[in-house]
């Protein structure tokens, strides 16, 4: 059974600095890309960063210079640094992973719960 379980989210001033983290359990052995969303009450989900199994890394344009993705695989944890955070961050955040096929493996993407992240101005 895979499991997410976002934590981190809070409420923070314009300008602070928040880290989320995604533990992520169930198939760990597998390849697979993960990926931070979120989604601002009446808007749609929308992709913030995301880091693939070789390590290569992607940002939306709007977060690019301020949030940092990573992870511990020895953990099976991935992160999300936010710095200068803007009240527009303001957001639920989602884990995201998509384990590929594999022997083992199956082709499924998965999500977690969520962190809510509050900036206020």
């Known amino acids: 059974q895979v499991q997410l379980v976002e934590s981190g989210g809070g409420s923070v001033q314009a300008g602070g600095s928040l880290r989320l983290s995604c533990v992520a359990s169930g198939y760990t052995g597998c390849r697979n890309d993960m990926n931070w969303y979120r989604q601002a009450p009446g808007k749609e989900r929308e992709f913030v960063a995301g880091?693939?199994?070789?390590?290569?890394?992607s940002y939306a344009d709007s977060v690019k210079g301020r949030f940092t993705i990573s992870q511990d695989n020895a953990k099976n944890t991935l992160y999300l640094q936010m710095n200068s955070l803007k009240p527009e961050d303001t957001a639920m955040y989602y884990c995201r992973r998509i384990i590929f096929r594999a022997f083992g493996c199956p082709d499924f993407a998965y999500w977690g719960q969520g962190t809510q992240v509050t900036v206020s101005s």
């Open positions: 880091i693939e199994s070789d390590g290569s890394t």
